[in-house]
């Protein structure tokens, strides 16, 4: 089955965007010639799952910044929503994260990058993600969208590495294990 992955960023407080779901605090810190291995990572992953709002938010930085196939988890959205210039390159889907998963499975993904608060949650619920790469930007913002919500179980994550940067970044790879079954 294909392996989930996460990639992400919050403000010291926990959260992956405002309440309005903007996320201009993430250029408020200069990160010049800092490389937090977002390049490696993107190599190493098949495709991108995104929920509605995170792709909305990536329509607004101009030109679409991925190469690799991106589907798009939306109950709202439909085909004729998207942009003509992206109807090859962004898929719509409907279905479970472990349908979903099963589906890119089916089309050759061994590794998807899972991305967005809501989706991130719901894979981590339903012990689709594999490992979370974390970096807290030292920014407060008060309130937001909680990269974590609320969880039936404790989901144990095992610290695999942390890195420091000039810029305050602190970026942690965790390995998301579920009590004694841990992954290797």
Request: glycine letters at 10%; a negative charge.
């Amino acid at each position: 089955m294909t392996t989930g992955h996460v990639f992400i960023a919050t403000s010291l407080d926990g959260f992956v965007a405002r309440t309005d779901h903007r996320i201009d605090w993430l250029t408020k810190q200069p990160t010049t010639g800092e490389e937090h291995g977002y390049e490696a990572f993107m190599e190493g992953v098949d495709g991108i799952i995104m929920g509605r709002g995170s792709y909305e938010n990536v329509l607004t930085f101009g030109d679409w910044p991925y190469s690799k196939p991106v589907i798009v988890m939306s109950r709202s959205l439909s085909p004729s929503d998207l942009p003509l210039a992206l109807r090859d390159k962004v898929r719509l889907t409907s279905l479970t994260p472990a349908a979903l998963m099963q589906s890119v499975a089916k089309d050759g993904w061994a590794r998807a990058y899972v991305d967005g608060g809501k989706v991130v949650q719901s894979f981590i619920r339903d012990g689709l993600i594999d490992d979370i790469v974390l970096a807290t930007i030292p920014i407060l913002i008060g309130e937001g969208l909680s990269l974590f919500g609320a969880t039936e179980e404790d989901i144990d994550l095992k610290l695999l590495n942390t890195a420091a940067f000039p810029s305050g970044i602190v970026q942690s790879h965790y390995q998301v294990t579920r009590g004694d079954n841990e992954k290797a």
